[in-house]
């Protein structure tokens, strides 16, 4: 079963502009991951945030959790066409059991 | 470099065979696991391993097979009781389950003859 929903399910901006992703969850978790997808390959890690921090920043990205509303946002800022792909997130709930959601296709346009 | 390689890329199946697809991991991590992906949907686990001979079923685990003789080694084998297996497999593993992030092996893609 699926835990993580995302949404919106495909997005297609032009380079140079924000991406907004946003994950919904329906229990408690210990930490959300966000992974990304590239067509035809595997996943891969691009952070991990924990049930009691509220954003976290890696480069280009920019991950927020509200535990309240149990919602996590992926930002990248300043996209480029290389960041084209699936991306996905992944709660690791209090059973220690982990769900990815159906992921978001984001598609830049150069 | 570490990371996770799976073999073969590519892979089809006839009616009524068992095909084996391959994981092997350099990263020295105690944990891996085989997910299914089928198109336009997230992963689904399928079984996974917290150490050598050692691993649990997971959400579909129903017409899979898998062992873990060797810390980097978790074959999976698709049977002839799974009747619906054209997907792309992804294998992973971690340090700790669950709680550090996977890496992620780049696939197979089963299909049937």
């Known amino acids: 079963s699926q835990q993580g929903e995302e949404d919106p399910q495909a997005l297609s901006i032009q380079e140079g502009e924000n991406a907004t992703m946003n994950c919904s969850y329906k229990t408690s978790i210990n930490n959300l991951q966000w992974y990304r997808q590239n067509s035809g390959r595997g996943l891969v890690h691009l952070i991990l945030?924990?049930?009691?921090?509220r954003e976290k920043h890696s480069g280009r990205l920019r991950v927020t959790l509200d535990t309240s509303k149990k919602s996590s946002s992926l930002l990248i800022t300043a996209s480029r066409a290389a960041d084209t792909a699936s991306y996905f997130c992944?709660?690791?709930?209090?059973?220690?059991?982990?769900?990815f959601g159906a992921g978001t296709r984001l598609t830049v346009k150069p | 470099d570490g990371g996770i390689t799976q073999s073969p890329k590519y892979l089809f199946r006839k009616e009524g065979q068992n095909v084996t697809l391959s994981c092997e991991q350099n990263?020295?991590?105690?944990?891996m696991y085989w997910y299914r992906q089928d198109p336009g949907q997230g992963l689904r686990l399928i079984y996974y391993s917290q150490i050598v001979n050692d691993f649990q079923k997971g959400d579909i685990a129903e017409g899979y097979s898998v062992s873990r003789e060797k810390k980097e080694s978790f074959p999976l084998t698709v049977t002839s009781a799974q009747k619906n297996p054209t997907a792309f497999y992804l294998c992973a593993s971690s340090g700790v389950r669950w709680v550090q992030p996977q890496h992620f092996g780049d696939g197979t893609r089963l299909s049937i003859l």
């Open positions: 992944a709660t690791d709930d209090n059973n220690n059991d982990m769900r």
């Open positions: 945030i924990r049930s009691n921090e």
């Open positions: 990263l020295n991590h105690d944990a």
